[in-house]
């Protein structure tokens, strides 16, 4: 069988991980990025640069989008240059920003006035994740569109699921994103204990890591934190993003939610500090750098 047509726009750390997979599974891959040097690696890889989202669309079939914020995705979809300006009914529209269920809402209601079909697809594993293939997908929208992506998402996730109608895959995101900031303060709060205590922190990490405390932070987040790598696979900046949506939908559900809005609270905290574009693992500098 013929192999659809992919564009991707947003050739960021997840971005540029994924297309890789795509490429080495002879998919044609169109893309564009707001800075264009962020896409030359791809582009010596066999990628193919336009100039626009709507170029992107005119040039493909599966059209993902997998930006910084929901603000970058209105633009992505609705701006001038944007994807709804070229996609018609050929097009299968894929948005894998963790983004609003609102937005994903929109953007199902304005393809589908047009008969174009939408899903919001947005991820959970990280940097690397993406970069194993190994991601976590949660898709949102109509089991006819999902049925036809499924094979070209197989190529770097390794759990994929529909959780229901538009904007379920970004609630499921929410719902991850609410459990991933209590392993990162549990995880964070565990360090700053073990070591005011006297402890080998190393030990300490690998010993409670085959107990009931064993959770992803802990293990991908924890080595990178005793080396002192603060770098971003996952933006600090991205995690409030993320954290706000989630206190925003919990509020319209009259839900409250203490313990994340205090994660929130300490990330927002951090990214005042100018830490915005470290990884999420720099929490730990709230204790470890006064
Ligand atoms: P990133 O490195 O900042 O990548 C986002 C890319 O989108 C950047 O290259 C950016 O361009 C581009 N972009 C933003 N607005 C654009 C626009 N209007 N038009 C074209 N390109 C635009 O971030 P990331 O870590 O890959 O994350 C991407 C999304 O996935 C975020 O929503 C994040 O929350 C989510 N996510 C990330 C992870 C992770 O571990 N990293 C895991 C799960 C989900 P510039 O180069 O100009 O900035």
Redesign the pocket.
Known sequence: MRKKKIGF????????SIVKHLLKADYEVQI????K???SELMELGAVWQNT?AEVAENAEVII?????P???E??YY?DNGIFQTASKRHILID????TPTLANKIYQTGKEKGIAVLDA?????????KNGT?TVMVGGDQAAFDSIKSIFEEFSSKLNLQGSAGSGQHT?MANQIMVAGTMTGMTELLVYAKAAGLDVEKVLDTVGGGSAQNWSLSNYGPRILKEDYS????IK??V??LKIALDEAKRMNLNLPATALAEKLYEELEGKGNGND??QALIKLWWEN
């Open positions: 726009i947003g050739t960021g750390v997840m971005g540029t564009y990025n707001r800075t040097s962020k896409a989202p989008t997998m930006v910084g914020y603000t970058d995705v633009e992505v701006g894998m920003t963790t983004s947005p991820v959970s594993g990280g940097d690397l994740g993406a991601l995101k971003a696979g996952f933006f991205h995690f993003k993320d990884g999420t």
